[in-house]
């Protein structure tokens, strides 16, 4: 019954959206409309609730170990955790599809509710969002239904992937597509603003809201998802420019650079074109994401799925979005208007070149990514691109963006001021070869790339302080000091996360070695000792739980686990970390092996990462500056929306 029911639920969320974009469309023809408004609100809505009772009754399937449907039996076992239950509905290619159409589904009614001021921007935006759920939703019902019944009905079913069995992975999938899907209101309010020829200035103070929220849930969800691959995999780093970290890193990129370029767009009419096409392009690269998660295209822990078919579904819903976004843009960008000129020197000038750093970089990655793809399907020989590469390119430029970055608040709009700027910022700006000495000095070996990337980190956090100073009491006499706090913390996390990687890429040599139990091993001036090792089953697995002493255990226990996952037949590790302020000591456990004088041995990796929680603080740091910014960004926003909503009485009269 949850099947059919789930299944119903679906086909009633796309005939919803199917409706909601033409009802949408013909409400934005002019007064006396209002009907088809909302007509087309109503229609969101029941997207919305339809999508919403559809995932409920997936996590209940879940919750009930009905194995009678394929995706339950094929993610889930009767013994799991109750919240790796919950989790496992979206773990896999299916349920995270749910998930994403139920997110477009919530934007979409919060277009409708909360869009754009100018009804008819705000009715064709609702319009575009019910295009881009109608593919969605038709992908859904067609071809990645999580409610296929299975026969006949195991008795147990196949276990979720191990790996993802972990409380990171309950949060990180949602914050992360809250951020993919969410930049689909930019593309939708973007290709609605072209389509009626909405000046630049006024699209661009539509869509940055949008973009704002949208870029800091991804943010949170790339950060959650870095430290689940450090803790989780065992293989000691962070990122590995996995072509899968790479289909995430590209939309924030251009994110990041969207969010900047609609600040000067509206501020001064600047990039109207270019803030229009990074909105459209934003989320394209979303789908693309989608596109290699899911279409067995490429191998990676963090895929969802290798079915070919599937992928032509996705091709075709990435084909359809780019050409009616890139069609329309290159039929009416000239409608949005040019702003006012501005000096090689000015805010506008600054900031344009850190967005052709940041789109630089995402075209550096895009390339990297697909080029071994590519290749491949002509013919070619089989060849992986990695950090070499990656760290040649991307991370360049990723630096030349992170040193403009702090000079920007400095200057005026329009006019020159970067000798002025540079003045005020002396003192920062000697911090440089300060603190590229002394990180050469503490990380002996470093290379020029840390050194580099530690002291632009140095600039970057000292250049928030002064802005922080310098603009702070003048925001707060204009009621925008969440603006100013959220811009600080941004650009100070920017830099925490480039010192952490600096640091964390000079880090002393990881160490894989046997050890049984009384033997030590050395690392970061640290001596730890295995000091036994025993059982410590779980609810659905069997493991091997190692005690470690570090300093004799003066300086404490670590506990790294090998686990064992029948189910799944399965096994994985559990680091054990130990944070002090001069870092991580990372731990884990593997295989037992016996030695030819009968002594059993295990496997284990050791490492020391310096300040590794600069990159954490730093992550923090940006999404708290991001959720700031928004809600100064909301706070200046709603006394319009209420003027308008006060004005529109008159109006009719």
């Not at 994401?289 to 969802?304: P, Y």
């Amino acid at each position: 019954m949850i099947a059919e029911l789930g299944r119903y639920l679906i086909a009633l969320a796309l005939l919803a959206s199917l409706v909601q974009i033409f009802v949408a469309w013909r409400g934005a023809g002019g007064a006396g409309r209002s009907a088809y408004v909302n007509a087309g609100k109503a229609a969101s809505e029941i997207a919305m609730l339809a999508a919403g009772v559809a995932m409920i009754l997936l996590i209940a399937s879940f919750l009930r170990s009905d194995f009678s449907i394929a995706y339950v039996a094929a993610n889930s076992s009767v013994d799991k955790p109750l919240a790796y239950k919950i989790a496992a509905s979206w773990g896999g290619h299916e349920g995270s599809m749910l998930l994403w159409c139920l997110l477009l589904a919530v934007f979409g009614y919060g277009l409708a509710r909360f869009g754009p001021t100018d009804e008819g921007l705000r009715s064709r935006a609702v319009s575009f969002q019910g295009l881009l759920q109608t593919l969605f939703f038709g992908f859904l019902a067609f071809a990645s239904n999580p409610f296929e019944r299975l026969s006949p009905v195991p008795l147990q079913g196949a276990e979720l992937n191990p790996i993802l069995q972990d409380p990171l992975l309950v949060i990180h999938p949602p914050m992360l597509y809250v951020g993919y899907v969410g930049l689909s209101t930019a593309f939708a309010i973007a290709a609605a603003g072209l389509m009626q020829k909405t000046p630049g200035r006024v699209l661009a103070a539509a869509i940055r809201p949008w973009a704002l929220g949208a870029w800091t849930a991804l943010t949170a969800g790339i950060a959650l998802g870095a430290f689940w691959a450090y803790y989780e995999l065992g293989w000691g780093g962070w990122w590995f420019w996995d072509p899968v970290e790479n289909a995430s890193f590209m939309p924030w990129l251009l994110g990041a650079a969207l969010i900047h370029s609609s600040i000067a767009t509206e501020k001064r009419g600047a990039f109207p074109g270019w803030t229009v096409f990074l909105a459209l392009l934003a989320y394209i690269l979303s789908i693309l994401g989608a596109f290699l998660v899911r279409s067995g295209v490429i191998t990676s822990v963090h895929a969802f799925a290798l079915d070919p078919e599937r992928g032509i579904w996705i091709l075709g819903m990435l084909g359809v979005s780019s050409v009616a976004g890139f069609l329309l843009f290159a039929l009416r960008a000239g409608s949005l208007g040019e702003g006012d000129g501005f000096e090689p020197t000015s805010k506008e000038a600054l900031i344009g070149a850190n967005n052709l750093l940041l789109a630089a970089t995402s075209g550096v990655v895009l390339i990297g990514t697909l080029y071994p793809m590519l290749l491949e399907m002509m013919g070619g020989a089989t060849i992986s691109v990695g950090a070499p590469y990656f760290n040649s390119s991307a991370t360049l430029l990723l630096l030349g963006a992170a040193l403009l970055m702090p000079i920007a608040p400095f200057l005026p709009w329009a006019n020159g001021g970067l000798k002025n700027a540079v003045s005020q910022m002396r003192a920062a700006l000697m911090l440089i070869p300060v603190a590229a000495v002394i990180i050469a000095l503490l990380f002996a070996g470093a290379s020029p790339l840390a050194v580099v990337g530690g002291a632009i980190g140095v600039w970057a956090i000292s250049g928030a302080v002064m802005d922080l100073g310098q603009f702070l009491p003048v925001a707060m006499a204009r009621g925008q000091k969440l603006l100013v706090i959220g811009r600080v913390l941004a650009h100070a996390g920017v830099g925490f996360i480039a010192l952490g990687a600096a640091a964390d890429a000079s880090r002393p040599p990881d160490q894989n070695l046997a050890l049984a139990p009384g033997e030590s091993v050395s690392i970061a001036g640290r001596e730890l000792t295995l000091d036994g090792v025993r059982r410590a089953d779980g609810p659905n697995y069997m493991a091997d739980r190692a005690r470690i002493l570090v300093d004799g255990g003066e300086g404490g226990v670590m506990s790294p686990e090998r686990r064992f996952y029948a189910g799944a037949n399965q096994t994985t590790r559990e680091v054990a970390l130990k944070s002090s302020i001069a870092g991580d000591l990372y731990i884990s456990v593997g295989e037992a092996r016996l030695r030819p004088d009968s002594s059993t041995a295990f496997e284990t990796r050791v490492a020391f990462h310096p300040l590794i929680w600069a990159l954490s603080l730093g992550a923090i740091m940006i999404v708290l500056g991001g959720g700031l910014s928004l809600t100064g960004r909301l706070r200046a926003y709603a006394p319009i929306v209420r003027r308008d909503a006060t004005a529109k009485p008159a109006e009719a009269v």
